[in-house]
């Protein structure tokens, strides 16, 4: 069975999530390896940023996701007008800043 727009749209909140508490915690990040005490990382700051861009081209291909006939199950992101698309759409956002940032 196919997903739905809401399914894959909160299965992509995930990558928001990362991407924001890099975007907070920098290496302190505990997705990047460190903790709320201390910059344990041993991950380079390209690194970080390399998988701050994955999280980014994931998010960007989800928000292009529509069918592509009427036969085609792919759930239509593009033209849903769910919140959690603005979520991703902001997800996006913070990411690239973070990336021209670091």
Avoid: W
């Avoid at 997903?3 to 991407?19: G, P, R």
């Avoid at 996701?65 to 199950?73: F, Q, R, T």
């Amino acid at each position: 069975m196919a997903q739905t727009v809401a399914e894959v749209l909160t299965a992509a909140e995930d990558s928001v999530t990362v991407i924001n508490d890099i975007n907070t915690n920098g290496k302190k990040s505990t997705y990047v390896g460190g903790s709320a005490e201390a910059d344990t990382t041993t991950m380079t700051q390209a690194e970080i940023n390399e998988m701050v861009q994955r999280n980014v081209d994931h998010l960007e291909t989800i928000l292009l996701y529509e069918p592509v006939d009427a036969a085609d199950d792919t759930p239509n992101v593009v033209g849903s007008s769910s919140s959690k698309k603005t979520t991703c759409s902001g997800g996006v956002t913070t990411g690239k800043a973070y990336i021209s940032a670091n």
